[in-house]
Structures are given as C-alpha cells and as structure tokens.
C-alpha cells in the first residue's frame, strides 16, 4: 500500500511541475544537506534529506515568483 501512495504522489507531483518557476537556484550539496539536518535534529536518511531539500527549493521558488513577478 505504501508503494502504491508514493507511487500516486510522483504522478502528481510531474503534472504540478508545470506549476512550479524554472528559477535556477544555487543549490546545497547533498551531503551537506544532509549534515545541516542532522545537525538540526533530524533522524533522516540521504534520500529523505534529498526529499526534503527538493521541497525546500520548490517554496524558495514560488516564493520568488510571487513576490518578484507581475503575474
């Protein structure tokens, strides 16, 4: 069942992409991303603090569209 949610989620998440600013930002390495969360009390994994991250960059993104775009 849990396959089958995450699986759900992906597909939902490339059809909102198209949502989501094409801003290029500069962005933290994994491993030190990792790090800092670590760091910051989270008992994460690599790919969950990869998954963490990419969230991360998608609010900075349409933050940056809403506050820096007259659309």
């Keep these: 069942m849990k ?5 759900k ?3 939902s998440y490339s059809q909102s992409k198209k ?9 933290i390495p ?5 790090h800092l969360l670590r760091k910051a ?3 994460i ?3 969950q603090s ?3 991250m ?4 998608i609010i900075v993104k349409l933050t940056l569209k809403e506050f820096f775009t007259s659309d």
């Design 9 to 11: 989620n992906k597909i």
């Design 54 to 57: 990419e969230f991360i960059y």
């Design 45 to 47: 994994n690599e790919e």
């Design 30 to 34: 994994p491993e030190k991303a990792l």
């Design 19 to 27: 949502y989501i600013p094409s801003i290029e930002l500069k962005k």
């Design 3 to 7: 396959n089958h949610h995450k699986e």
């Design 50 to 52: 990869e998954e963490i």
């Design 41 to 43: 009390g989270y008992d």
